[in-house]
């Protein structure tokens, strides 16, 4: 079954400024490692403040309806769009989370505090086998340090996710030259 014909909606092109600002959110969100358009595509929702469907941003921001299909869906699963349906109409749109410590928590939390999780278990594996295998003092000292750091890289993330405050005050003070020597590193 074919989507029910959309009405036609007069589309106001992006602004200087809109370009601008979608382009320094996607910039920022892609150095964290998602894509360039996941975050033009949030910022364009968000600046307008109105639900529009597929068909809108592709139009406004140029992308095929390919990219336009996978980056909502990919957002969607972060929690940092939410497709909608006006009253009246029969198809989605999607509209910007703006709640945006809310955003941040649950991209963090389908992210990094997965990843951070996954690594400590995997040094916490690595250091009973290097125990086993009787590795040398001096690298199962270094690997435990790692441990300690995975550690609380994760009681701070998960901190964060509890209470929107991120104290890496623990985490720097094991980077530290001083903190090596204390811990016989």
Same mark, same amino acid.
């Given at each position: 079954?074919?989507?029910?014909?959309?009405?036609?909606?007069?589309?106001?092109?992006?602004?200087?400024?809109?370009?601008?600002?979608?382009?320094?959110?996607?910039?920022?969100?892609?150095?964290?490692?998602?894509?360039?358009?996941?975050?033009?595509?949030?910022?364009?929702?968000?600046?307008?403040?109105?639900?529009?469907?597929?068909?809108?941003?592709?139009?406004?921001?140029?992308?095929?309806?390919?990219?336009?299909?996978?980056?909502?869906?990919?957002?969607?699963?972060?929690?940092? $769009?939410?497709? !909608?349906?006006?009253?009246? +109409? /029969?198809?989605?749109?999607? &509209?910007? @989370?703006? *709640? #945006? =410590? %809310?955003? $941040?928590?649950? !991209?963090?939390?389908?992210? +990094? /505090?997965?990843?951070?999780? &996954?690594? @400590?278990? *995997? #040094? =916490? %594996?690595?250091?009973?086998?290097?125990?086993?295998?009787?590795?040398?003092?001096?690298?199962?000292?270094?690997?435990?340090? #790692?441990?300690?750091?995975?550690?609380?890289?994760?009681?701070?993330?998960?901190?964060?996710?509890?209470?929107?405050?991120?104290?890496?005050?623990?985490?720097?003070?094991?980077?530290?030259?001083?903190?090596?020597?204390?811990?016989?590193?």
């Amino acid at each position: 079954m074919k989507n029910p014909k959309r009405p036609p909606r007069e589309l106001v092109p992006l602004a200087e400024w809109e370009k601008l600002a979608t382009s320094a959110v996607g910039s920022t969100i892609e150095f964290w490692g998602f894509k360039l358009n996941h975050g033009r595509v949030w910022a364009l929702l968000y600046l307008r403040d109105q639900a529009m469907d597929a068909s809108e941003i592709r139009a406004l921001l140029g992308l095929s309806k390919g990219a336009v299909s996978m980056v909502t869906n990919e957002l969607e699963k972060w929690g940092v $769009i939410h497709r !909608v349906r006006l009253p009246g +109409e /029969a198809f989605w749109r999607f &509209r910007a @989370e703006t *709640e #945006l =410590g %809310e955003m $941040i928590s649950h !991209v963090i939390a389908e992210r +990094e /505090a997965k990843l951070v999780s &996954r690594v @400590e278990g *995997e #040094l =916490g %594996e690595a250091t009973h086998r290097a125990e086993a295998a009787g590795a040398p003092a001096a690298g199962l000292a270094r690997l435990r340090r #790692l441990n300690t750091v995975a550690r609380s890289v994760r009681l701070a993330v998960y901190g964060f996710l509890a209470t929107s405050r991120l104290d890496v005050r623990a985490i720097a003070k094991l980077l530290t030259v001083k903190a090596k020597r204390a811990i016989g590193g």
